[in-house]
């Protein structure tokens, strides 16, 4: 059974904590429910309830790297920003006309239905899939140059799966799909492959 946000969070703060004490030091603190009322307003679009939730527990980890492999958690300004940066390249006014199966492993370069909340660093994003299929709140990673790419591992079938098995793997030391928690200097979380 997945935790809940909460519970996966008090998990990655608890080892954080002990652990990786910059990587802890480098969560945000929680974001204020009109600072998600209003990035819902700016991008046109609910935030589905898991990324409220994680939201109001950090607004974002900075510039540490959280999430397997390389994931850094987007503050709500920045979700906000990175929505609107990639729907004005992809164009504010092309429909987002599907190429090939909506719930299919491949998607388009980009589709303002998509939520993104975590960012590498390059111009990726990991995504929220907020299109009515029956994949709706599935994690995407859409690539700056190739698309997005849906990846069948079970930890991208949503944000409470993520954040529960990225709990899991930073207490266990398992790898998680093909990924290896590590701690730097004894003070800073990251992963291999």
């Known amino acids: 059974m997945t935790s809940s946000i909460s519970d996966s969070w008090t998990r990655i ?20 429910r009109v600072e998600i009322a209003m990035a819902e307003e700016a991008i046109g ?51 987002d006309a599907e190429t090939g199966d909506p719930e299919g492993e491949y998607g388009p370069w980009w589709h303002r239905q998509w939520i993104p909340f975590a960012a590498d660093g390059a111009g990726d994003y990991l ?12 994690i995407g990673d859409a690539d700056h140059e190739d698309g997005c790419h849906f990846n069948p591992h079970p930890m991208w079938t949503s ?11 930073i207490e266990t030391g398992n790898l998680l799909d093909c990924y290896e928690r590590v701690v730097i200097d004894e003070r800073e979380l990251t992963w291999e492959f």
Do not use: C, Y
């Open 127 to 138: 995504v929220i899939d907020q299109r009515p299929t029956r994949r709706h709140g599935r």
């Open 13 to 32: 703060e608890t080892w954080l904590a002990n652990n990786a004490p910059r990587t802890f030091a480098e969560l945000a603190p929680p974001a204020e």
């Open 159 to 169: 944000l409470p799966e993520l954040l529960d098995m990225t709990a899991t793997a």
């Open 45 to 95: 679009l609910a935030f589905p309830r898991p990324l409220s939730e994680s939201l109001l527990r950090h607004d974002g980890t900075a510039d540490g790297v959280l999430l397997p492999p390389f994931w850094m958690m987007l503050s709500t300004q920045h979700i906000v920003d990175a929505w609107k940066r990639r729907t004005d390249i992809h164009g504010p006014e092309r429909p």
